[in-house]
T-cell receptor
């Protein structure tokens, strides 16, 4: 079945450090891929998405590229800020089904 | 524009009690779903609905019932609460079930069963 695996956290970085959160997926067909972010005490909100191979999603300085050959969708940011501290979820969506999430990665950024 | 509204935000139940978690959306979305979030488990799908009158089970449906009588509302019912149902529950909606559609989430309901 479809599944998402993302790197275990927590990830602790200093402000302005480079961020990578790894995400790989297993799916039949060609799913869409998403990164959602959850700030403390809030629900999830979409950070970025990519709908086909080689697409790059980007938002707020975050980027992720849909790599079909490696079944990956790694999240990157060149310079993190304290305000980026949150839980990040990688997810996939196959048509006709609901989102399938990874277990989430907690990011803590200190000044 | 309220988006997805969940009530209550917090709830404590005794084992065996029943309750309904409410979810309403004002975006005229066809697709709605319920997830539970547990530490180290991510979000797991409980039930979902592709439109009024149509519901289906997700990954962890046992102990939960749903119905969808209107487009706007998708309540989740716990018939006899158990401590294993202690969790944070999220309702989500999207315009359609198409794979590239963004899902919008409520703020969550934190449920404790004692």
């Amino acid at each position: 079945g479809n599944s998402v695996t993302q790197m275990e956290g927590p990830v602790t970085l200093s402000e302005e450090a480079f961020l990578t959160i790894n995400c790989t997926y297993t799916a039949t067909g060609y799913p869409s891929l998403f990164w959602y972010v959850q700030y403390p005490g809030e629900g999830l909100q979409l950070l970025l998405k990519a709908t086909k191979a080689d697409d790059k999603g980007s938002n707020k300085g975050f980027e992720a590229t849909y790599r079909k050959e490696t079944t990956s969708f790694h999240l990157e940011k060149g310079s993190v800020q304290v305000s980026d501290s949150a839980v990040y979820f990688c997810a996939l969506n196959q048509a006709g089904t609901a989102l399938i999430f990874g277990k989430g990665t907690t990011l803590s950024v200190s000044s | 524009n309220a988006g997805v509204t969940q009530t209550p935000k917090f709830q404590v139940l005794k084992t065996g009690q029943s309750m309904t978690l409410q979810c309403a959306q004002d975006m005229n979305h066809e697709y709605m779903s319920w997830y539970r979030q547990d530490p180290g488990m991510g979000l797991r799908l409980i039930h979902y609905s592709v439109g009024a009158g149509i519901t289906d089970q997700g990954e962890v449906p046992n102990g939960y019932n749903v119905s969808r009588s209107t487009t706007e509302d998708f309540p989740l019912r716990l018939l006899s609460a158990a401590p294993s149902q202690t969790s944070v529950y999220f309702c989500a909606s999207s315009y359609s079930g198409q794979k590239n559609t963004e899902a919008f989430f409520g703020q969550g309901t934190r449920l404790t069963v004692v």
